[in-house]
């Protein structure tokens, strides 16, 4: 396997419960979404979301579409949704809000391993390819998510 550390930060000019709200409801995110192209509950978790299973089905720029369950594993409304990936990709992902004033802080990090024998071949000479295939793909997210929320978006550096 070939491990990946990516971290996504985007900053919009709306309420910390607005962007939380579209965050935490992954199934709708196919509509304002373009990188994601279905997302299927799996398994109800409690009330607060925790044991959730889903399973996610991504596209890209570059030719390959990858499917993971994820399972939600803590969620600290309206500041923290974490969650623990089993399939193509393996690893967790963190979302992260803060209010800023009028602005919404948001952090993704996402620190998984690809388990598809042609990613884990290819990882040597395709790591850069991976990683801006990712970024574009998240860019799409954040372009989505201010059209959705109807506000300006700001795309930062990662790590």
């Known amino acids: 396997m070939s491990d990946y ?4 930060r985007w ?5 910390v ?3 939380w709200q579209l965050l935490s409801e992954p199934e709708d995110w196919p509509r304002w979404w373009p990188g994601v192209e279905k997302v299927e509950l799996l398994e109800r978790g ?4 925790v044991g959730t299973l889903r399973r996610f089905t991504w596209k890209s720029r570059l030719p390959y579409r990858l499917a993971f369950d994820m399972r939600t ?12 990936a089993e399939g ?3 690893g967790t992902g963190i979302w992260q809000l803060q209010a800023d004033g009028d602005w919404t802080r948001v952090r993704y990090d996402w ?3 690809t388990t598809k024998a042609w990613m884990n071949l290819l990882a040597p000479l395709a790591r850069p ?15 989505g998510l201010a059209r959705r929320l109807g506000c300006a978006v700001r795309l930062e550096p990662g790590e």
């Open 5 to 8: 550390a990516f971290v996504t």
């Open 11 to 15: 900053s919009f000019q709306a309420p």
């Open 17 to 19: 419960e607005a962007v």
């Open 46 to 49: 409690s009330d607060g979301d």
């Open 73 to 84: 594993t803590l969620v600290d409304r309206p500041h923290r949704l974490e969650g623990r």
């Open 88 to 90: 193509e990709l393996q």
């Open 111 to 113: 620190r998984v391993a």
């Open 129 to 143: 390819f991976f990683a801006w295939n990712h970024d574009i793909v998240m860019g799409w997210g954040a372009e």
